[in-house]
């Protein structure tokens, strides 16, 4: 470049010095000399100059070339954005299916589970329930083969003293007591069968309280997720 810049400043001093044309502005100058010193300015003008003109002249091309490069890509990215977003909503409404299928048959089982509790409830209610039954009767009937038994008791008591009013009046207040004795232990075992079969019935309804609340907390938690899966919208950019 040094080389350049001294051609051109010889070149400059070729001009000034040279012998004007009369009635003219132009002059002589040594034809030999400028073209040697122009010979000199091409030579040493840099290669990467005429790399640049080269480019400067594929400009276009080049432009051209990275704009389809760069649409390309965008058509690629964009392609490839929305094969990522089906896929991704693909596997959102498989494990929405899975999570759906998964509630439903948890629903079942605690159904089922809470169908069996209640028949086995129910049975052992009516086990219960039978068997108070039968042992106040039979409690019944035997305060009443006691009255009976008094009673015949009594008569023949009374028969045998029937002179004897004070004994006979005794038979009967013994027979009484004995017969309100027998009631009222059969009134007593009643009540303690009721009261039984009133702490077993409340001890299954705890059972069965809970396991509706279980089937209701696995209802919230199926229409939780559900919701803010279809509530979610996809973000995409260009």
Do not use: W
Not at 154 to 174: F, P, S
Not at 176 to 195: N, P, Y
Request: aromatic share 4%; proline share 2%.
């Amino acid at each position: 470049m040094y080389r350049v810049f001294e051609a051109l400043d010889e070149l400059v001093t070729i001009v000034e010095e040279a012998r004007g044309v009369p009635m003219t502005s132009g002059c002589v100058v040594p034809r030999g000399d400028v073209l040697e010193l122009l010979d000199d300015v091409r030579d040493a003008i840099p290669a990467e100059l005429d790399d640049a003109q080269d480019v400067l002249d594929h400009r276009d091309e080049l432009v051209g070339k990275a704009q389809h490069d760069a649409e390309q890509g965008l058509s690629k990215a964009r392609s490839d954005a929305e094969r990522m977003v089906a896929e991704a909503q693909h596997e959102a409404e498989r494990m929405l299916s899975e999570a759906r299928a998964r509630a439903e048959r948890v629903l079942a089982e605690a159904q089922d589970q809470a169908d069996r509790t209640v028949a086995a409830g129910r049975k052992e209610y009516e086990d219960l329930v039978g068997r108070a039954h039968t042992e106040a009767d039979r409690m019944v009937q035997a305060g009443r083969a006691n009255y009976e038994r008094a009673i015949e008791e009594g008569r023949a008591e009374q028969a045998r003293l029937v002179a004897q009013t004070e004994v006979v009046q005794a038979a009967h207040v013994e027979a009484a007591r004995v017969l309100e004795a027998a009631q009222a232990e059969a009134l007593r075992l009643r009540s303690e069968c009721d009261a039984y079969v009133d702490g077993k019935l409340a001890d299954f309804e705890d059972l069965l309280a809970h396991t509706l609340r279980s089937v209701g907390k696995g209802r919230s938690h199926l229409r939780g997720p559900a919701v803010a899966s279809a509530a979610a919208p996809f973000d995409y950019h260009d």
